[in-house]
């Protein structure tokens, strides 16, 4: 899997799923945030925090929080170059993943990079 970079719902690169066999999705800093287990995405402090579901990060109430560039609803900005990636955190436990919500159609209140550093340790 090639690295995948996603974007908030204004169109800007925010953080990127690494190739590293993982799923680890990092932020444009090099921090490792998070990591995708099937659909489910969880942080690594174990927290259910969404899913990912055909190209688009779903909050907890099925709202959509961010974007690979092909399913974007804006014209993706240019992306900057990545830092230098961080050390990965341990994993911590995986918490049991809620009930999925029916998908809503609009945006979530929450920014993309606070959805994610919702799981860093």
Not at 33 to 58: P, S, T
């Amino acid at each position: 899997m090639a690295e995948v970079s996603l974007f908030d719902v204004k169109g800007n690169p925010v953080a990127y799923i690494a190739e590293d066999g993982e799923g680890t999705i990092y932020l444009w800093r090099g921090e490792a945030v998070a990591y995708l287990k099937q659909e489910h995405i969880y942080g690594f402090n174990g927290n259910h925090l969404g899913w990912f579901d055909g190209g688009v990060l779903r909050d907890g109430t099925g709202a959509c929080v961010g974007f690979v560039k092909e399913k974007c609803p804006r014209i993706p900005k240019i992306e900057p170059i990545k830092s230098i990636k961080k050390i990965t955190k341990i994993k911590s436990i995986q918490k049991i993943a809620p009930i999925r919500p029916i998908n809503k159609p609009g945006a979530s209140s929450i920014p993309l990079e606070v959805f994610l550093t919702g799981g860093a340790k």
